[in-house]
Structure formats: structure tokens, C-alpha cells
């Protein structure tokens, strides 16, 4: 299956970062984020791996929601 993004939002303080990010990354495919400096690569990842908090959406791992793991 693999990993689900849906709508994030993150940020640090009051400063939005992510805005409505939505991505599928599948298992035995390759997916890179690219872009330029300072448009949130770092802060996608840091959410993802549970880092940072995400103000809203949903990350699915598997099909299953990580809040609930």
C-alpha cells in the first residue's frame, strides 16, 4: 500500500508552512520531494516521521490513520 498524505497543514509557531498538501507515496516506487529552498521540504518530512504536529489532515500508513496507531 504505502503512505497518505491528505490536506496537511503544519507550521512552526504561528507561521503556516504546509498549506492543504495531499500525496501518495507507494510501496516499491520511488518519490522524492523536490523544490526550492525554504517552501516546506523539511517540514513535510519532520511531519510525516511524527516531528512536527500537523494542525489539520490525515496521514495514512497502510490504509490506517497514524493518529490510531
Given amino acids: 500500500m504505502g503512505i497518505e498524505l491528505s490536506h496537511i497543514n503544519a507550521g512552526i509557531r504561528r507561521k503556516q508552512i ?34 512536527m504536529e500537523r494542525t489539520s489532515g490525515d496521514i495514512l500508513l497502510n490504509g490506517k490513520n497514524v493518529k490510531d496507531l
Fill in 18 to 51: 504546509l498549506h492543504n498538501v495531499s500525496l501518495i507515496a507507494r510501496d516499491g516506487q520511488v518519490t522524492g520531494i523536490l523544490g526550492p529552498n525554504g517552501c516546506g521540504k523539511s517540514t513535510l518530512v519532520k511531519t510525516i516521521f511524527g516531528i
